[in-house]
């Protein structure tokens, strides 16, 4: 029999490890913007660069970080919906077929709740609350549907209370 701290300690590194397949999976396929080089405003001697033209060159490197800065609201809006599906899968995979396997199941909703966490982070940054809003309560819908469907009923079926 495997002691209890060993079994544990397995399933916290198959959750780190499905939370880091689902973040560099998403950073391979969906890069994240790259945010502008100042120090190639303005280009040349900075000597001999004129108050006029670094005033340009400024207000050009705002700009750019203004466009930085709604392609980063865009992505990480983009990953929270990606990383919250994920989440939703692999929870209702556990819960519906690996409730009962040792390591892998805890290891599975681990993984699922530090995607979750992942994500939520990433959702902060977003401004649209609607958006945090619709996509957290369905996820909330489809685990508490999932979650009573499977459990609601055993606890129905030995007499209990659900």
Do not use: W
């Amino acid at each position: 029999m495997i002691p209890v701290i060993l079994r544990s300690a397995y399933s916290l590194v198959i959750g780190v490890l499905v939370t880091c397949f689902v973040a560099f999976g998403v950073q391979a396929f969906y890069p994240r913007p790259d945010y502008p080089d100042y120090s190639a405003y303005p280009p040349g001697d900075p000597a001999e660069v004129s108050e006029e033209e670094e005033q340009r060159h400024q207000a050009e490197y705002e700009r750019r970080i203004d466009a930085f800065e709604k392609r980063s609201e865009a992505y990480n809006r983009n990953v929270f919906i990606v990383t919250t599906i994920c989440c939703v899968a692999i929870l209702s995979l556990c819960i519906l077929y690996l409730e009962t396997v040792p390591v892998i199941g805890p290891g599975l909703i681990f993984g699922a709740v530090f995607t979750l966490f992942y994500g939520l982070g990433l959702a902060f940054s977003v401004q649209d609350d609607r958006l945090r809003f619709v996509a957290s309560g369905v996820g909330l819908a489809i685990l508490l549907a999932l979650a009573y469907r499977k459990f609601g009923r055993r606890g129905a079926e030995a007499g209990h209370a659900p």
